[in-house]
């Protein structure tokens, strides 16, 4: 007898109902849509296409047309799309942003600029709940520094007190052992 499958649900949001073990969203149901893909494919083939921007002015200049072509369209700036319409690899950026090969202090300045304008895009798509909110601490932690980090404040608290010499502590502790145990050896 084969398995019946349920018809997908869906709440009054319009997103996928996941109550119930079979229900899968969409981006799970092994079909892309070919007109997303071509209009995904079309934007980054045009990416791709530009020569490296090789001057502080020139990335400058990438920088804001990256965010205004990406954002004029109602797209989501990432850190892959900005590298890649800058030309170069994420390792490359991340080495300017930290001030090694390559960098100047523009291109520090202006690169941790625009990665928090898409941190600060991702935050507020997480907040309104248009992003999953694992998604969003997998940037946030491999893009944008953040960690899980818990601070531990240790203070130092020597249960010996004041004492300071040898023959110091051995005084106090014999003045606390038992009777039956009277005398430490050194």
């Known amino acids: 007898m084969a398995s019946e499958k349920k018809p997908v649900r869906y709440t009054k949001d319009g997103k996928v109902d996941m109550r119930g073990r079979h229900a899968k969203p969409p981006q799970h149901r092994g079909k892309i849509d ?3 893909t071509k209009e995904i494919g079309a934007e980054l083939l045009y990416w791709y296409a530009k020569p490296k921007a090789v001057t ?30 800058l030309g170069y690899t994420r390792e490359t950026i991340w080495r300017w942003e930290t001030g090694a090969e390559g960098s100047t202090p523009f291109r ?23 992003i999953h909110p694992t998604t969003y601490i997998f940037r946030s932690k491999n893009y944008y520094g953040m960690k899980d980090e818990q601070e531990i404040v240790l203070t130092p ?11 110091e502590i ?4 014999n003045e606390r052992l038992p009777e039956e145990i009277t005398d430490i050896e050194d």
């Open 34 to 36: 070919p007109e997303l």
């Open 157 to 167: 608290n020597n249960p010996l007190g004041d004492a300071r010499s040898p023959e």
């Open 170 to 173: 051995k005084k106090r502790l």
């Open 56 to 85: 502080d002015e020139e990335i400058a200049e990438r920088l804001a047309e990256y965010f205004e072509r990406t954002l004029g369209q109602g797209k989501l700036p990432t850190v892959e799309g900005m590298c890649l319409a």
């Open 108 to 130: 520090r300045d202006i690169i941790k600029k625009a990665k928090d304008l898409i941190a600060t895009y991702d935050a507020n798509l997480v907040t309104e709940g248009k």
